[in-house]
């Protein structure tokens, strides 16, 4: 795939303006791409789309095919009939620049509570789109919907506690259990059916202002989540949903005793039998969702870090080759030659570079990572390839400001110092310098997040790895976006030539020589 000279901007839906305590896919999401057209950007990104559980993160859903009911529009459902001016008088009061989930979680609930009574009522309306959204989702829908009523039934419990026959997917069981849940199933699918509804809808008006769609996949699923309970022969769990090896990275310098995830792994080998159905049946469902498709933590195709699943750290892992070579071949002679981008962060080895080169995926570079002693040179922009893409910083990091203030004040550090020699700038606006540095590299594609965009501080910060709770929770609003913004990255876009301007083919007559 080869992927045009361009430019765009990192803003997860939640962080979008809205009324409604999280920003959602009503009017705020056209009027960024608004922007993002004035702006002469061509690309989105955006992180997991999934519905998000414990700790709110968008990469722990609990499904890795569904939508997340928190960020559909209660304004567009307004406009559908589905929820009157009255249902919406009652807002809660919040932070236009953070996120109370434990408030805006149980609001977004009421209200699509409410929705769904009023579609009920006037169901023969939406039969024939409903009916036709269910039958093309079956594969997943239906198991997803039946977990999550059956979810809220056991009062949110993880399913490894249910009733024992549920946990077994007892043919029995399940069914008495889908006839008691059988409301609460449909309004599952139905969250579902508005969701698709409303994503599709602002992808197609992004695709009309030519702006392609980056969405994010996560290696690994949720412990909690529909795809391990209906699927647990494909996973490193029991039938009782015992773990029996999870996922994680090694100790380092930064970590000790590593990382424990906590996530099952694949049985590959069960996977390869039908030639990775599963994820075929991912890869195609989340492009029709976006247009590009970054994987994250990539190396884990190449090699993955195996704990035994009642190991207290991640200190007795091992490597574990991954099929992944087999895998993208399946997926690309199945989907033809898709968009995917690589995330090759971390412990990169030759052979996740070969497993990556192979299929030309583009990697990444991230600038916050390029300065200073002892830090990796592959980030210095002179030593890009055309085939990446740079980010100034990415959601695990502070906002760039916020970490080059930090750099300044570190007096045993010479990361500021090497940044400001290398740009050759010894002026105060550091973030824009960085950001003109990504636009002027030779990498195919710059993504900067709006956080950079708008050269916001430490408050800014999306996610701290590690620490529980308060994340995910920064938004902007509208009277942050200075007049001429746009101008500014308008100006960018144009004189770094993303995308690349025309050029004139000079044709010459020649004559065979004599």
Avoid at 90 to 117: C, M, T, W
Avoid at 252 to 259: A, C, H, K, L, V
Avoid at 395 to 401: A, G, K, M, V, Y
Avoid at 483 to 494: D, R
Wanted: hydrophobic residues 40%; glycine residues 8%.
């Amino acid at each position: 795939m080869k992927f045009e000279r361009s430019a765009g901007i990192l803003l997860h839906p939640t962080s979008l303006p809205s009324e409604y305590g999280i920003g959602d896919l009503g009017k705020d999401a056209f009027q960024f791409i608004d922007f993002l057209e004035k702006s002469g950007q061509k690309l989105w990104q955006v992180f997991p789309l999934g519905p998000t559980g414990y700790g709110d993160s968008p990469y722990q859903c609990f499904s890795a095919f569904a939508g997340n009911p928190n960020i559909i529009s209660p304004d567009k459902l307004r406009g559908e009939g589905l929820l009157s001016e009255n249902d919406l008088r009652n807002i809660p009061v919040h932070n236009p620049h953070q996120i109370d989930y434990g408030q805006i979680i149980e609001y977004k609930k009421s209200l699509l509570r409410k929705a769904f009574s009023n579609f009920k009522l006037n169901f023969i309306s939406f039969k024939n789109d409903f009916e036709s959204f269910c039958n093309e989702n079956s594969d997943w829908l239906d198991d997803f919907s039946f977990f999550m009523a059956a979810k809220d039934a056991h009062a949110g419990i993880v399913w490894k506690d249910w009733d024992k026959g549920l946990v077994r997917r007892d043919k029995k069981v399940m069914k008495d259990w889908e006839e008691r849940l059988s409301d609460d199933i449909l309004y599952h699918k139905f969250v579902q059916f508005v969701f698709f509804k409303q994503w599709y809808s602002v992808k197609e008006y992004a695709n009309s202002k030519g702006i392609k769609i980056i969405g994010d996949m996560p290696i690994f699923i949720a412990y909690d989540s529909a795809d391990l309970w209906s699927n647990k022969h494909l996973f490193t769990v029991d039938e009782n949903g015992k773990l029996e090896k999870v996922a994680g990275v090694p100790p380092d310098y930064f970590s000790p005793t590593g990382q424990l995830w906590g996530n099952p792994l694949y049985r590959w080998k069960e996977m390869e039998k039908d030639d990775f159905l599963w994820w075929r049946k991912r890869f195609s469902n989340l492009f029709k969702m976006v247009d590009i498709v970054r994987i994250d933590h990539f190396r884990g195709f190449e090699a993955y870090w195996e704990i035994p699943g009642d190991a207290p750290t991640a200190e007795t892992g091992r490597w574990v080759k991954a099929p992944g070579e087999k895998l993208f071949k399946s997926v690309l002679s199945h989907l033809g030659d898709v968009p995917i981008l690589a995330e090759d962060l971390g412990v990169i080895t030759p052979e996740v570079e070969a497993l990556r080169d192979k299929f030309n995926f583009p990697g990444m570079k991230i600038l916050q990572f390029a300065f200073g002693t002892g830090m990796e040179t592959k980030f210095l922009p002179h030593n890009y390839v055309q085939n990446c893409v740079v980010y100034t910083g990415s959601h695990d990091n502070d906002t760039t400001r916020a970490y080059f203030e930090k750099a300044k004040q570190d007096k045993s550090s010479d990361i500021y110092e090497h940044m400001q020699k290398y740009l050759n700038y010894y002026g105060d606006d550091v973030v824009y310098e960085l950001i003109r540095l990504a636009y002027a590299s030779v990498a195919n594609f710059v993504i900067i997040p709006m956080q950079d965009i708008l050269n916001l501080g430490g408050e800014a910060r999306m996610n701290f790895p590690g620490k529980l709770g308060g994340n995910w929770t920064w938004r902007f609003t509208w009277d942050q976006i200075g007049e001429n913004l746009h101008l500014k990255y308008l100006g960018l876009a144009k004189l770094y030539e993303r995308p690349p301007k025309p050029r004139k083919v000079e044709k010459i007559e020649t004559v065979e020589a004599e």
